[in-house]
């Protein structure tokens, strides 16, 4: 598989293999994947590709908290665009609950 970087016209390198990345839900992580981060050597661009065919871990799972911590994944992307917006309305309500807290 080629990826190329279609600002600058240059084959995408493979920056990391194996990379843990969280795939996100409107309600927070949902499942732990393997894929390798390639990234653009002239302008930075980075894209994750070549997701393995099982997860590592679901959210239902009952280990799935201490897997998410051991993998310590840098990653989270949402399936779609309105699933991330949800994911960052209910995070802003949750953080603004525990600062109303403190006060």
């Not at 190329?4 to 293999?17: A, F, N, W, Y």
């Not at 996100?24 to 393997?34: D, E, I, Q, V």
């Not at 050597?41 to 998410?68: K, N, W």
């Not at 917006?85 to 949750?94: D, G, N, P």
Request: include cysteine; charge should be neutral; hydrophobic fraction near 35%.
């Amino acid at each position: 598989m080629r990826i190329v970087c279609i600002t600058c016209g240059v084959e995408l390198r493979c920056v990391k293999s194996g990379e843990a990345s969280i795939e996100g839900a409107s309600f927070g992580p949902y499942k732990l994947w393997h894929s390798d981060r390639y990234g653009c050597p002239q302008c930075g661009f980075e894209v994750l590709a070549g997701f393995s065919q099982e997860r590592i871990a679901e959210h239902y799972e009952p280990d799935f908290g201490e897997t998410v911590k051991r993998f310590n994944p840098e990653v989270t992307f949402f399936g779609s665009l309105k699933e991330r917006q949800a994911y960052a309305e209910k995070s802003a309500k949750r953080a603004a609950l525990r600062i109303e807290e403190r006060s």
